[in-house]
């Protein structure tokens, strides 16, 4: 095992006890929370390195990278994790399985007609992403759009509701932004679980608070940084 390899394997092991212990202390099973790798700014090298050591589960958050490396290394489920513009929307339905980043209705409509004009098989699977403290210059739907978007992915013939996804505001403390997700997931479940299953993704927890995201329902927690470490971005 060559020495870039062996770092990660060990930062790997690292955080797979990290929610595995988050786990007992929140009484649930590991098994109920995906390890989603961030690998934005690293090369497709490390991806690989990654699904060599088991990982099923990419996330990236800039079409220009991911488009690449998701041709470099297509046995994974890729998610698209950053914020989208609608005109990568064609590119990005070409790869990726999940986009946790919907937080508009035009950006539904964008997704719903690239997915159409590509011929893809399968749905698009999509989450809403929400603005957990309402400021509409950042990325997420506020408060009040939240089901109308999660209407509009629900009613697309070419995407597939899965649930819900939020960064927490930097200024609120984890535990106050995972519960309020956590409750709008709740209320997600409530309405639009129907014959295509229930929307119970909760995209949410990242390196610095996996923990407190677990606690409150995360099954997907995206990590980057204590997996791959600290790096120069590619540009």
């Known amino acids: ?25 929140a009484g649930r099973e590991p098994e ?13 090298d490390d991806v690989a ?3 060599e050591l088991g990982v099923r589960d990419v996330g990236e958050n800039r079409d220009q ?21 609608r005109n990568k929307a064609r590119s990005v339905v070409t790869y990726a399985d999940v986009v946790h980043s919907v937080d508009s209705l035009r950006l539904v409509d964008a997704l719903t007609d690239a997915v159409v004009r ?13 603005s957990l403290d309402d400021d509409e210059r950042r990325g997420g739907a506020v408060t009040g759009a939240v089901e109308k978007v999660a209407e509009a ?15 927490a505001p930097v200024d609120w403390a984890p535990d106050d932004a995972f519960a309020r997700l956590a409750a709008i997931s709740g209320r997600i ?12 993704w909760i995209s949410a927890g990242m390196s610095g608070d ?19 470490g600290k790096r120069t971005p590619l540009g």
């Open 153 to 167: 992915i629900a009613a697309s013939p070419a995407l597939r509701l899965l649930g819900v996804m939020a960064v």
């Open 118 to 130: 590509s011929g893809r098989e399968t749905p698009l699977g999509a989450l809403v992403q929400v």
């Open 65 to 85: 990278e991911a488009a690449p490396k998701a041709a470099a290394v297509p046995d994974v489920r890729w998610h698209f994790v950053g914020q989208l513009q």
């Open 32 to 44: 109920s929370v995906t390890l989603v790798a961030i690998t934005k700014t690293y090369p497709a």
């Open 210 to 228: 996996l923990e407190s995201a677990i606690l409150h329902g995360s099954t997907h927690v995206r990590v980057g940084s204590a997996l791959l």
């Open 1 to 25: 095992m060559d020495p870039r390899t062996a770092q990660i394997a060990a930062n790997l092991a690292a955080v797979r006890e990290r929610i595995a212990a988050a786990c007992r202390a």
């Open 189 to 200: 479940k409530q309405r639009f679980t129907g014959p295509d299953g229930t929307p119970d």
């Open 49 to 51: 390195r990654l699904v």
